[in-house]
């Protein structure tokens, strides 16, 4: 049994990591018949595009999916530990789980992993407390799991495997993706900013990128499968490279001579954006006008005690360069409100960087302590009152500039990807090159097509439209 260790996270060295590939002769294929899974994903792009690996491994067991918890004899569930919000969800769904083994199917296989299994004090709880789980495994060895699932189909004691670092990179682990024409594509495992009030360091380990010929090997199968879109992902993607001797925008340029119709990139930390890489976002013909970049804070004094190693103007000079060179982009962004010892100037700060880069979406959160990280030793002198009062007031604004951005489209045409129906007859869903929502009317089914369509109506945080 392998054990989760934050302290030595902490101590890791820049080892070379050894780099594989998935052997599917190692895979016993279909050792059961008629059985059902049944995955919950919760968290980032990076969780749903680990389930997607999750989906296909099991599926090569024989498993089939199914979306009714009472029915599956396997249940999955893909953590988040970001905040204590997704801790608290999670342990409120083992509880359902629970109920279903133990009234409905005692042979129920239930499976924890993700980021809330690389966590020691998790690991820990779940032996004592949930001793009716039958495997944790972590984020470093999703390719493990098959294994784990043919012993615990054998013997039903607790199961735990779980690698304190990623220690391989393991190329060509099957995916059963979402959706067939988008694409999520990791390039750089882990991040190594540390960030002080941040878990995914210790969760997700240090920064690893892949070989630039195999994600562009896999771009380019994307390409010939029919996707139209691939995001590139990283829990900080432009540090991608800088382990191999290589660069963001230097990949960038690659995928760009790929061809794929449009390609996105997240999450990018301000500190690591290049001039190179905001050249590259010019002159692509394929990367959409869109992009995300956390901030966090406007203030100087928060932004220091968070270790983002940015200034509030050294964002503000990133996003007038990024605007300089894509007229129009639609920039998105993550702020934290409430962080320890932040006070009404610190917060107003954050309120006048909104009114200056005015930014087309943001997702804001009340600042919540993650055991064992620098900022839970920082005494909080914000209370949950004066917090909400804040998010309110930020939400508000953000609200403000998302409407205002979205107007600028009514009567505009503009270009989408349909990636399903809605409910309502007629009418599509998808999303423009800025990456806004876009409910699309349209007689013909449009569905996995990039079309025009005329915006007729705006709203905050979508555009209704004709296809034309
Ligand atoms: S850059 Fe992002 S993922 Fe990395 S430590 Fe900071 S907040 Fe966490």
Not at 288 to 298: A, D, E, I, K, Y
Request: glycine share 4%; hydrophobic share 35%; proline share 3%.
């Amino acid at each position: 049994m392998k054990l989760p260790n934050y302290s030595e996270a902490k101590k890791r060295i820049k080892e070379d990591v050894i780099r594989t590939c998935f052997d599917p002769t190692d895979l016993i294929e279909n050792i059961v018949v008629n059985k059902y899974y049944y995955i919950k994903t919760f968290g980032c792009q990076m969780n749903e595009h680990d389930s997607e690996n999750i989906s296909a491994l099991v599926e090569k067991l024989g498993f089939i999916k199914t979306d009714d918890l009472k029915k599956a004899d396997l249940v999955i569930i893909n953590t988040c530990s970001i905040r204590e919000n997704a801790h608290n969800k999670t342990f409120g769904f083992l509880g359902e789980i629970k109920y279903v083994k133990e009234t409905i199917n005692p042979n129920m296989i239930v499976a924890l992993g993700g980021c809330m299994s690389q966590e020691e004090g998790v690991v820990k709880t779940i032996q004592d407390k949930y001793k009716w789980l039958n495997i944790v495994f972590g984020t470093h060895n999703i390719y493990d799991l098959p294994y784990l699932i043919e012993k615990s189909l054998k013997d039903p004691t607790q199961q735990i495997e779980v690698l304190t670092k990623q220690e391989k990179i393991v190329e060509n682990i099957p995916v059963k993706r979402d959706s067939k024409y988008q694409a999520y594509v990791n390039i750089i495992y882990g991040c190594d900013k540390f960030c002080t009030y941040c878990i995914v360091p210790f969760t997700r380990g240090k920064e690893l990128s892949r070989k630039e010929e195999d994600i562009l090997e896999e771009i380019r199968n994307l390409k010939k499968e029919g996707y139209k879109e691939v995001t590139l992902l990283g829990q900080n993607v432009n540090a991608y490279g800088k382990d191999i001797n290589s660069s963001l925008a230097k990949l960038l340029k690659e995928v760009d001579k790929i061809g794929i119709e449009r390609v996105k990139f997240m999450t990018s930390h301000p500190w690591d954006f290049t001039d190179e890489l905001v050249e590259v976002l010019g002159s692509s013909k394929n990367i959409m006008p869109f992009l995300h970049l956390p901030v966090q804070s406007g203030s100087n004094e928060v932004l220091r005690k968070m270790g983002r190693r940015y200034t509030k103007e050294a964002y503000l000079e990133l996003v007038n360069k990024i605007k300089a060179k894509v007229p129009g982009i639609a920039l998105t962004t993550d702020i934290i409100v409430g962080f320890p010892t932040e006070t009404e100037e610190d917060f107003n700060e954050t309120l006048d960087l909104v009114d200056k880069v005015e930014f087309s979406g943001a997702y804001t959160f009340i600042y919540s302590p993650r055991e064992n990280t620098v900022a839970a030793t920082f005494e909080n002198t914000v209370s949950n009152k004066e917090a909400k009062r804040r998010l309110y007031l930020l939400n508000d604004k953000i609200n403000y500039y998302s409407l205002k951005d979205n107007k600028k489209y009514q009567d505009k045409v503009v270009k989408a990807l349909i990636l399903s129906e809605s409910k309502n007859k007629n009418i599509y869903q998808g999303y423009t090159e800025h990456n806004k929502v876009i409910n699309v009317e349209s007689k013909e089914n449009i569905i996995g097509q990039i079309v025009d369509v005329k915006v007729t109506e705006v709203k905050t945080w979508s555009l209704n439209g004709i296809k034309i």
